[in-house]
């Protein structure tokens, strides 16, 4: 079992940046694949990003691509998530959530933390 604890939200102007962490408790983070997700206020949790457990494979939104960048560090036991060129449309509650290697759903998620983008 591991615990995420997100960080780093906040406001930003449109075209701003931010980046997210998110701590994970126990020794167990290096076996688990990561994902970042969001939900923004009236809609439903939607994907950002996902990275395998090494890090060396990383999938993407559409609609983050070539802004946001999902990377890992296993000796830190932190996921982290660098959000360039926001727009408002980024606004949301952001949460990160961990997979076994292989599976297809999330079994463990942070509380989440408030991005709000304003124009």
């Known amino acids: 079992q591991v615990q995420l604890v997100e960080s780093g939200g906040g406001l930003v102007q449109a075209g701003g940046s931010l980046r997210l962490s998110c701590a994970a408790s126990?020794?167990?983070?290096?076996?688990?694949?990561m994902g970042w997700f969001r939900q923004a206020p009236g809609k439903e949790r939607k994907f950002v990003a996902d990275?395998?457990?090494?890090?060396?494979?990383?999938v993407y939104a559409d609609s983050v691509k070539g802004r946001f960048t999902i990377s890992r560090d296993n000796a830190k036991n932190t996921l982290y998530l660098q959000m360039n060129s926001l727009k408002p449309e980024d606004t949301a509650v952001y949460y990160c959530?961990?997979?076994?290697?292989?599976?297809?759903?999330?079994?463990?998620w942070g509380q989440g933390t408030q991005v709000t983008v304003s124009s």
């Open positions: 959530a961990a997979r076994g290697e292989g599976a297809a759903t999330y079994d463990f």
């Open positions: 990275i395998r457990r090494s890090g060396g494979s990383v």
């Open positions: 126990g020794r167990t983070f290096s076996t688990y694949a």
